[in-house]
C-alpha cells in the first residue's frame, strides 16, 4: 500500500467510528436528510481538527531551501482533540 493510503489510518478509523456510532446513537437516524446533515458536520469538524494536527506537527524549522515537508513528516490522528470553547457546537439544520 502507498503512504496515501496507510497515513492517516488511525484517523481515518477514528472518524468511521465516529460516524458509525453517530448512524447508531442518532435521534435522526430515520430521517436521511438530518442524519446526512449530521454526518457532513462531523467530517468538516474532523477536517477542520486535522488540519489543526498538521500545523501544530508540520516541520516549519525545516523549511530552508528547497526541502521543504510532505504528508509523511505529519504523524497520524488517531485521537481527537478536546473540545475547545471556540467551536461552535450548536446544532445544524
Do not use: C
Not at 1 to 28: C, H, K, P
Request: overall charge negative.
Amino acid at each position: 500500500m502507498a503512504d496515501r493510503d496507510t497515513q492517516f489510518a488511525g484517523f481515518a478509523q477514528a472518524i468511521y467510528d465516529e460516524m458509525t456510532m453517530n448512524v447508531i446513537l442518532s435521534e435522526n437516524r430515520h430521517d436521511a436528510d438530518v442524519l446526512r446533515q449530521e454526518q457532513l458536520r462531523i467530517m468538516a469538524r474532523r477536517a477542520y481538527d486535522l488540519v489543526e494536527h498538521t500545523i501544530n506537527h508540520a516541520p516549519v524549522d525545516e523549511f530552508e531551501g528547497d526541502k521543504g515537508f510532505d504528508a509523511r513528516d505529519i504523524p497520524d490522528m488517531s485521537q481527537w482533540p478536546e473540545e475547545q470553547s471556540t467551536h461552535d457546537d450548536t446544532p445544524q439544520s
